[in-house]
T-cell receptor
C-alpha cells in the first residue's frame, strides 16, 4: 500500500532562517516523489521532483529535497526563508507501478518577520 | 503554455441543484485528473482520463458524480443533486504520459459552496 506522511501539520520559522518540512513515504519499489506548494485559493505549483536520478534534487525558489531510501524520507529544505514562502506544502508519491498520485495532508509554513 | 484553466472559479448553489465544472488542460497533455480538496486536507483523487478514456475512478466518486472528456481535450465534472458534503475545492490537473508519468500541472480550482 502507498502512503505519504507529512510529520508536521504546521511549521513556523523566522525570516532568513532555514526551513525543514518533513515527509515519509511508504511505497513498493522505487516511487517518484514530488513537492508542491499551494498559496491561498490557488492551485498547486510544482517545486521539485525526484525520479530515480540524483538523490539530492534542486527545485524552484531555492528549495531542495533529498531522497533517502533507507529512511523512506523526502524532506524539503531551504537555507533561508522568505516571507513569500508562507504557504501550504504537499509531499506527493507516485508509485512505480501506478498512475495515481498520493498526497500528504500538507504542512502549513508560517514565516515570521 | 497557458496553463490549466478551470471555470468557474467559484460556484454557490442550493442543496439539490446540479452543477458542472469545466477544465481546460495544457494542450499537449494527454492525461487529465480531477481531485477534491477540503479545508486543511490534501487533494483526494477522484478520477483520471487518458485522452478521452476514463481509466480510473475513486470510490469517493459516487453515482451523483460524472466526468467526461469527449474529445480528449477539455473535461467536465458534473455533480447531481448536490449535498452539503460536496462543498470543497475541485482541482483539475493535467500531465503528459509517454510511457512514464510526468509531474501534474494544476489549475486554480473551482470552489463549490452548497447553501
Amino acid at each position: 500500500a502507498q502512503s505519504v506522511t507529512q510529520l508536521d501539520s504546521h511549521v513556523s520559522v523566522s525570516e532568513g532562517t532555514p526551513v525543514l518540512l518533513r515527509c515519509n513515504y511508504s511505497s513498493s519499489y522505487s516511487p517518484s516523489l514530488f513537492w508542491y506548494v499551494q498559496h491561498p485559493n490557488k492551485g498547486l505549483q510544482l517545486l521539485l521532483k525526484y525520479t530515480s536520478a540524483a538523490t539530492l534534487v534542486k527545485g524552484i525558489n531555492g528549495f531542495e529535497a533529498e531522497f533517502k531510501k533507507s529512511e523512506t524520507s523526502f524532506h524539503l529544505t531551504k537555507p533561508s526563508a522568505h516571507m513569500s514562502d508562507a504557504a501550504e506544502y504537499f509531499c506527493v508519491v507516485l508509485p512505480w507501478t501506478g498512475n495515481q498520485f498520493y498526497f500528504g495532508t500538507g504542512t502549513s509554513l508560517t514565516v515570521i518577520p | 503554455d497557458t496553463g490549466v484553466s478551470q471555470n468557474p472559479r467559484h460556484k454557490i448553489t442550493k442543496r439539490g441543484q446540479n452543477v458542472t465544472f469545466r477544465c481546460d488542460p495544457i494542450s499537449e497533455h494527454n492525461r487529465l485528473y480531477w481531485y477534491r480538496q477540503t479545508l486543511g486536507q490534501g487533494p483526494e483523487f477522484l478520477t483520471y482520463f487518458q485522452n478521452e478514456a476514463q481509466l480510473e475512478k475513486s470510490r469517493l466518486l459516487s453515482d451523483r458524480f460524472s466526468a467526461e472528456r469527449p474529445k480528449g481535450s477539455f473535461s467536465t465534472l458534473e455533480i447531481q443533486r448536490t449535498e452539503q458534503g460536496d462543498s470543497a475545492m475541485y482541482l483539475c490537473a493535467s500531465s503528459l504520459w509517454e510511457g512514464s508519468n510526468q509531474p501534474q500541472h494544476f489549475g486554480d480550482g473551482t470552489r463549490l459552496s452548497i447553501l
